[in-house]
């Protein structure tokens, strides 16, 4: 099981590097919740986050927003993440993943644009593993303007 | 074979950051192909990369042009590489990982040189694993003038 | 016996991200050492290095320090490691892994902090595995005067 949760972590990193943002639903479960928040309110319970979807119709419809209004300035990313520690809960698995998102600018620029921890939950759904909770938990307070995409 | 994999990968690195330049081409098959690319080339299907060697023996070369002339400024390199996807094929394995690549100065500068993926073609040859052929899919189009050492 | 050393190097990056400094100590032996250098002095045979402890004790003595004199600008660390290369040795394990260390002020100014590698003897301490050495080899001889906190 330990295989088949690295790679749904890396198939997930690898959906949003490639902007197959239309991808990213599909990770969740149909009431998965999706969560950017930072370490600072993370600690102090505050439950505010920075980007938040609590199913996978939200996720749908923040993607459509993204490929219509086309706002952003565009860029894409990279993932990097190290091993996973792996608990298994009542209802799945208690997964935790020290993760660098780098941004990379149309022009080339790139910078290490956030550092962190996933905090994932992750159930059987049917025969695929799915996230019924993916919790991203930023190390900077400092939140930049552009982060549009799902990290 | 997952393990061996991984280890090859790592092996590697550990090569190209050590600066062990001339292990360098026995990682490769004979007629194996390595090349660096940047995603844009990539995805526009374009052949042109920014380093290219179609064999071994042009891989000796390299290394060889590199320690006589050594018209570059000392720097070191330091990968960190996510874990890879790994899918048979026909003639052996199919891989991708995603890369972070520091560059260290010799005053002691550190910057992120480098992140993207390698999309590997891994084979049996003999009792050995050995890339048939590795291309480095560069995110950034800013190829920098120090890119002189194998990634 | 992977996993099980995989697990202990993901749980050490764990405590020192987590800021549970208290936890450190209890990663080594008894008469563990731990020693962060350069590359530059660990080439050269030089056994200087940034920071030393040769026990436990002393590493108790260093958190201790570390919380009571609070001399420091508060910080936050994000490791980053790398698949490990290991091999068996007659005591145990000699473990390397390529690391990045992402440091994060209380501002959110995030930077790379240190890249390097860990060497690593990993001995079974009764039922738990622990380091009987660690050495942090970083690439860049530009020591940062915040390097109070372990690696």
Do not use: K
């Not at 690898?14 to 009431?31: K, Q, S, V």
């Not at 319970?45 to 459509?64: A, F």
């Not at 994932?120 to 995409?149: K, M, N, P, T, Y």
């Amino acid at each position: 099981m330990h295989e088949a949760i690295e790679d749904l972590l890396a198939d997930y990193a690898e959906a949003i590097d490639d902007g197959a943002l239309e991808r990213w639903p599909g990770f969740f479960a149909e009431d998965g919740e999706y969560q950017i928040i930072t370490r600072e309110s993370h600690e102090a319970g505050l439950p505010v986050g920075i980007m938040y979807c609590g199913s996978r119709g939200m996720m749908e419809d923040r993607v459509q927003a993204l490929r219509t209004a086309n706002i952003y300035e565009p860029h894409t990313y990279r993932h990097l993440l190290a091993r996973p520690r792996i608990q298994r809960s009542a209802e799945g698995f208690a997964v935790r993943s020290n993760l660098c998102v780098f941004r990379i600018a149309q022009d080339g620029e790139t910078v290490v644009f956030a550092t962190g921890r996933y905090l994932d939950r992750i159930v059987e759904d049917g025969a695929a593993l799915r996230f019924r909770s993916r919790q991203v938990v930023l190390d900077s307070r400092r939140i930049d303007i552009l982060l549009v995409l799902p990290l």
